[in-house]
């Protein structure tokens, strides 16, 4: 059995639970608030998990479903709770994502169907993404545990929660909802101690999920199979591209690099439109080939990803590193081998799956004398034959 290092779970953490109380369950990586891309650039790096809890909205994308879809088809397996967690989860759980929580289970079951339930104001990095305001699901939970022990009475509470929810996210604090609910001074002054008191509701499902996260992290590392991979759904072009610029490129020694970065460097080669030229045909060669319904079986594509490392010299060992140098993870890098595996399968039924089509001697001559090798062909034909030694004995 291998231990769990942080490296093994990745958390998108910041206004629900500060990163301390998450790091204090077990070990894991921390990062800020996920945004669109965010997903796609550790990937690479091949956590087992990823618990995601806080998202950022509004002012820049939200992190895209299609990143938890291509987390699940890489074998990385998503927990989603507390907010934007809990929103993704719920929209994507038929993916394989697994959903933490109650905030997760009013969603699941339509008893919250607004995204604004979970939004708040918070600090930035510098102030530990400290929360400015209160949360609609917080103020839900406080309120019912009041009434629940006796604190605030049902009509106070309904007071309350209607001025919460008429109260616009940035401006939700406790001391102008209370201002705001129709409730009396006494009252007022009652739930501004009793209501505040209650714990955040976010940070307990927010600790939930980070602990179901690490559960599965120590499962794994006891044996425990992968995450079974979801239906492959087309990916649109604009999320293709987004993963080429975020996914970062694991070199052996030193940082990671953002696939932007290597792209760029790329571009500036003098023998970029050619690699660009190559590339397009296989692409296109491969959709082609799905658009034509042929499918490869998995011993193929098997085969086309061990053909292409041995061309590499990568060995089984080495496989892992070699992807995550190239930006790839799992379910990336099995795409990509699908990919080599139909554009074989459509360039050898050529002749069959168009009508009257390329023979492969007529693909030989084309590439030969587009080339140069045909040349080559035929002055190797001119050159006088060496003699044959020995002869016939009288």
């Not at 650039?41 to 820049?60: K, W």
């Not at 590499?312 to 795409?335: I, K, M, Q």
Request: with cysteine; glycine share 8%.
């Amino acid at each position: 059995m291998t231990r769990p290092a942080a490296r093994d779970l990745v958390v998108f953490l910041g206004p629900s639970l500060p990163a301390a109380e998450a790091r204090a369950l077990g070990p894991c990586r921390v990062l800020p608030p996920a945004r669109a891309g965010d997903l796609f650039a550790v990937l690479p790096e091949r956590p087992l998990a990823v618990a995601l809890v806080d998202g950022v909205f509004e002012a820049v994308p939200s992190i895209w479903q299609h990143e938890l879809a291509a987390a699940q088809a890489a074998g990385v397996q998503v927990f989603g709770g507390g907010s934007m967690g809990a929103l993704r989860a719920v929209e994507l759980r038929r993916a394989g994502v697994v959903g933490v929580g109650r905030i997760f289970g009013w969603f699941r079951d339509g008893l919250l169907c607004d995204d604004a339930e979970v939004a708040l104001l918070h600090a930035g990095r510098e102030h530990g993404w400290r929360p400015f305001t209160v949360p609609l699901v917080d103020v839900r939970h406080a309120v019912t545990s009041a009434v629940a022990a006796g604190a605030a009475s049902a009509r106070e509470g309904k007071a309350v929660l209607a001025a919460a929810a008429a109260c616009f996210y940035q401006d939700r604090t406790w001391p102008r909802l209370l201002a705001a609910a129709r409730i009396s001074g006494a009252a007022r002054a009652r739930l501004g101690q009793a209501l505040p008191a209650v714990p955040s509701l976010k940070a307990r499902d927010a600790l939930a999920t980070v602990a179901a996260a690490l559960d599965y992290v120590r499962a794994r590392r006891a044996g425990a199979p992968p995450p079974p991979s979801p239906d492959a759904a087309p990916v649109p072009s604009h999320v293709r591209r987004q993963r080429l610029a975020t996914a970062r490129a694991a070199p052996p020694v030193g940082r990671p690099v953002a696939g932007a970065a290597v792209l760029r460097a790329l571009s500036r080669r003098p023998d970029a439109g050619r690699l660009a030229a190559q590339g397009l045909r296989r692409a296109v060669l491969a959709a082609l080939a799905r658009s034509l319904g042929l499918t490869v079986p998995p011993s193929e594509v098997a085969a086309a990803e061990r053909a292409w490392l041995a061309a590499h010299g990568v060995t089984p060992a080495d496989r892992d590193a070699f992807l995550a140098a190239a930006a790839l993870d799992d379910g990336a890098a099995r795409a990509l081998v699908e990919d080599l595996a139909l554009e074989s399968a459509l360039l050898g039924a050529s002749e069959r799956i168009l009508p009257d089509g390329p023979s492969w001697m007529e693909g030989l001559a084309l590439e030969a004398r587009l080339t140069g090798a045909w040349g080559e062909a035929l002055r190797s034909l001119d050159r006088p034959r060496p003699a044959r030694r020995g002869g016939r004995r009288r």
